[in-house]
C-alpha cells in the first residue's frame, strides 16, 4: 500500500502553463515549454548584466564623457562664431548699400538740379529768341558735335536706368525726358557693381548735359552775333546818310552808382546771356532809330520826273535850284511818310500849295508839297507808311505831282540818299 502510494505521487506530472490568445471569435492555445522559460530567463540576464557593465565603464571612464560635452560645446561656439561673423558680414554689406544708395541719391539730385538749371536756361533762350525774332537777329544754327558715349558707358537699362543703382521706380526717380534720352543704353550681361554702374551712367548723363548747355551757349552765342552784325551794318547805313547813331552803351546823358557785376561763380552761360541781351538792346534801339528816320518812299513804285539839284526853271527857264525830288502821280494818290515823327506843318505854303512838314528829330525833317488834300493835323504824331494826303496840282505845279524834300536843320539835302539808304535798311529792319 505504501509503496502504490509513494509510486502514484512520484508518477504526477504538472502540467505546463498555457497562453490564451483571443482575437475575436479565434482563441488559440500556446503552451509555455520550460526551454522558452529559461531562454527568456537568459535574455534578461545578459541585458541586466550589460546595462551595469557599460554603466560601470561611463562611471570608471568619465573623461570620455567630458570629451564629448567638450566637443558639442566647441561645435557650438563654432557655429555661433559662424552665425556672428555672418552678421557682421551683412551688417558691414547693408551699411556699404546704405552708403552707395546716399551717394547715388545725392548725384541724382546734383544731376536733377543741373537739369532743372538747364530747363530754366532753355526757358530764357526762348525769351531772347522771342526777342531776336521781333528784330530780325536770327542767324543759321552753329552745329555742336555730340560727345559720343564710349561701349563701357552703355550699361544702363532702356526702361529704367536708376533702377540698378537704386532699386526704385523710374517714376519715383522723376526723371525729366532729356535726362532718360542721354540714359537710354542697352543692358550687357556682364555682371556689375553698383557703384560701377552708377560712375558709368553719371558720367555718361554729365557729358549729355554739358552737351545740351554747349548747344544752348552757341545758341545764345550766335543769336548775339546776329544782333551785333545787323546793328552794325544799320549803323553804317546811318552814318553815311549823315545820322550819328545813339548806341545802347552811349555815355551821353546817363549816369546812377556804381553796382559792379558779381558773378562770383564764373558762369559762361550768364555771361553769354548777358552779352546777348545787350546785343538785343542796341540793336532794338538802333531799329527805333532808324524807322524815325526818313528811309521810305513816298509814292512807292512811282517815278521820279524830277531829281534834286540845278535844273531849268519850268515857268522862268533860268537856272535855278530844285530842292527835293518829284514823283509823278495822279491826282488823289495817297502821299505816305517816309518816317515817323511829328506834323509841323499842314497847310498852304508859298510855291509848295497844299504842304505837310514833318519832324524826325535829330534835325531832319521831311515836306511833301503840291498835296490836293491834307489828312493830318499839326502836332499829330505819324508813323511809317501812314497816308498824310493825297497828290495834288497846288503851289507852284506844272501838272499832278508829289514835290518831296529831306531838309537837315533847316538845309535841304538830297533826298536819294535816304532813299538807297532805304531800300539797304528795309531788309534789315
Request: aromatic share 6%; hydrophobic share 40%; charged share 25%.
Given at each position: 500500500?505504501?509503496?502504490?502510494?509513494?509510486?502514484s505521487?512520484?508518477?504526477?506530472?504538472?502540467?505546463?502553463?498555457?497562453?490564451i490568445?483571443?482575437?475575436?471569435?479565434k482563441?488559440r492555445?500556446?503552451?509555455?515549454?520550460?526551454?522558452?522559460?529559461?531562454?527568456?530567463?537568459?535574455?534578461?540576464?545578459?541585458?541586466?548584466?550589460?546595462?551595469?557593465?557599460?554603466?560601470?565603464y561611463?562611471?570608471?571612464?568619465?573623461?570620455?564623457?567630458?570629451a564629448?560635452?567638450?566637443?558639442?560645446?566647441?561645435?557650438?561656439?563654432?557655429?555661433?562664431?559662424?552665425?556672428?561673423?555672418?552678421?557682421?558680414?551683412?551688417?558691414r554689406?547693408?551699411?556699404?548699400?546704405?552708403?552707395?544708395?546716399?551717394?547715388?541719391?545725392?548725384?541724382?539730385e546734383?544731376?536733377?538740379?543741373?537739369?532743372?538749371?538747364?530747363?530754366?536756361?532753355?526757358?530764357?533762350?526762348?525769351?531772347?529768341?522771342?526777342?531776336?525774332?521781333s528784330?530780325?537777329a536770327?542767324?543759321?544754327?552753329?552745329?555742336?558735335?555730340?560727345t559720343?558715349?564710349?561701349?563701357?558707358?552703355?550699361?544702363?537699362?532702356a526702361?529704367?536706368?536708376?533702377?540698378?543703382?537704386?532699386?526704385?521706380?523710374?517714376?519715383t526717380?522723376a526723371?525729366?525726358p532729356?535726362?532718360?534720352?542721354?540714359?537710354?543704353?542697352?543692358?550687357t550681361?556682364?555682371?556689375?557693381s553698383p557703384?560701377?554702374?552708377?560712375?558709368?551712367?553719371?558720367?555718361?548723363?554729365?557729358?549729355?548735359?554739358?552737351?545740351?548747355?554747349?548747344?544752348?551757349?552757341?545758341?545764345i552765342?550766335?543769336?548775339?552775333?546776329?544782333?551785333?552784325?545787323?546793328?552794325?551794318?544799320?549803323?553804317?547805313?546811318?552814318?553815311?546818310t549823315?545820322?550819328?547813331?545813339?548806341d545802347?552803351?552811349?555815355?551821353?546823358?546817363?549816369?546812377?552808382?556804381?553796382i559792379?557785376?558779381n558773378?562770383?561763380?564764373?558762369?559762361?552761360?550768364d555771361?553769354?546771356?548777358?552779352?546777348?541781351d545787350?546785343?538785343?538792346?542796341?540793336?532794338?534801339?538802333?531799329?527805333s532809330q532808324?524807322?524815325?528816320?526818313?528811309?521810305?518812299?513816298?509814292?512807292?513804285?512811282?517815278?521820279?520826273?524830277?531829281?534834286?539839284?540845278?535844273?531849268?526853271?519850268?515857268?522862268l527857264?533860268?537856272?535855278?535850284?530844285h530842292?527835293?525830288?518829284?514823283?509823278?502821280?495822279?491826282?488823289?494818290?495817297?502821299?505816305?511818310?517816309?518816317g515817323a515823327?511829328?506834323?509841323?506843318?499842314?497847310?498852304?505854303?508859298?510855291?509848295?500849295?497844299?504842304?505837310?512838314?514833318i519832324?524826325?528829330?535829330?534835325?531832319?525833317?521831311?515836306?511833301?508839297?503840291h498835296?490836293?488834300?491834307?489828312?493830318?493835323?499839326?502836332?499829330?504824331?505819324?508813323?511809317?507808311?501812314?497816308?498824310?494826303?493825297?497828290?495834288?496840282?497846288?503851289?507852284?505845279?506844272?501838272?499832278?505831282?508829289?514835290?518831296?524834300?529831306?531838309?537837315?536843320?533847316?538845309?535841304?539835302?538830297?533826298?536819294?540818299g535816304?532813299?538807297?539808304?532805304?531800300?539797304?535798311?528795309?531788309?534789315?529792319l
Open positions: 500500500m505504501g509503496s502504490e502510494a509513494e509510486k505521487v512520484f508518477a504526477k506530472r504538472r502540467k505546463a502553463p498555457v497562453l490568445l483571443a482575437s475575436g471569435d482563441v492555445h500556446l503552451t509555455v515549454k520550460p526551454w522558452m522559460t529559461a531562454l527568456g530567463i537568459a535574455v534578461a540576464a545578459t541585458l541586466t548584466m550589460g546595462y551595469f557593465g557599460a554603466t560601470t561611463l562611471v570608471l571612464r568619465d573623461d570620455l564623457l567630458g564629448s560635452i567638450a566637443r558639442q560645446a566647441r561645435i557650438q561656439h563654432e557655429y555661433e562664431d559662424r552665425i556672428s561673423a555672418l552678421r557682421a558680414q551683412v551688417d554689406v547693408t551699411s556699404r548699400q546704405l552708403l552707395d544708395q546716399q551717394v547715388v541719391e545725392k548725384k541724382v546734383k544731376l536733377m538740379e543741373r537739369q532743372s538749371a538747364l530747363t530754366d536756361r532753355h526757358g530764357k533762350i526762348n525769351e531772347l529768341l522771342e526777342r531776336a525774332e528784330v530780325g536770327m542767324q543759321p544754327e552753329i552745329p555742336v558735335p555730340a559720343k558715349p564710349t561701349t563701357d558707358d552703355r550699361r544702363a537699362s526702361d529704367s536706368p536708376f533702377d540698378a543703382i537704386l532699386g526704385t521706380d523710374t517714376k526717380a526723371i525729366d532729356i535726362i532718360t534720352r542721354a540714359l537710354g543704353f542697352a543692358p550681361a556682364a555682371p556689375d557703384a560701377n554702374r552708377a560712375d558709368r551712367i553719371f558720367s555718361n548723363v554729365s557729358l549729355s548735359l554739358k552737351s545740351i548747355e554747349q548747344q544752348q551757349i552757341a545758341k552765342e550766335n543769336l548775339r552775333l546776329g544782333a551785333s552784325e545787323k546793328a552794325d551794318a544799320i549803323a553804317v547805313i546811318l552814318r553815311r549823315g545820322i550819328q547813331p545813339k545802347a552803351d552811349s555815355t551821353e546823358d546817363v549816369g546812377g552808382p556804381y559792379p557785376v558773378n562770383p561763380t564764373g558762369d559762361k552761360f555771361l553769354k546771356l548777358t552779352q546777348l545787350l546785343a538785343l538792346q542796341r540793336l532794338e534801339e538802333i531799329r532808324a524807322m524815325r528816320y526818313p528811309f521810305g518812299n513816298p509814292i512807292p513804285g512811282a517815278m521820279e520826273t524830277s531829281g534834286f539839284g540845278y535844273r531849268k526853271d519850268p515857268f527857264g533860268t537856272l535855278a535850284l530842292p527835293g525830288i518829284d514823283f509823278r502821280g495822279g491826282i488823289g494818290d495817297p502821299a505816305r511818310a517816309t515823327g511829328t506834323v509841323m506843318t499842314a497847310g498852304q505854303a508859298s510855291g509848295y500849295g497844299n504842304m505837310i512838314e519832324d524826325h528829330g535829330n534835325g531832319i525833317t521831311t515836306r511833301y508839297g498835296l490836293s488834300e491834307i489828312l493830318v493835323r499839326v502836332g499829330q504824331h505819324v508813323e511809317t507808311g501812314d497816308t498824310i494826303g493825297r497828290v495834288g496840282n497846288t503851289g507852284r505845279s506844272t501838272g499832278p505831282h508829289l514835290h518831296y524834300e529831306v531838309r537837315r536843320n533847316g538845309v535841304a539835302i538830297d533826298p536819294s535816304f532813299l538807297n539808304a532805304g531800300l539797304k535798311i528795309t531788309s534789315l
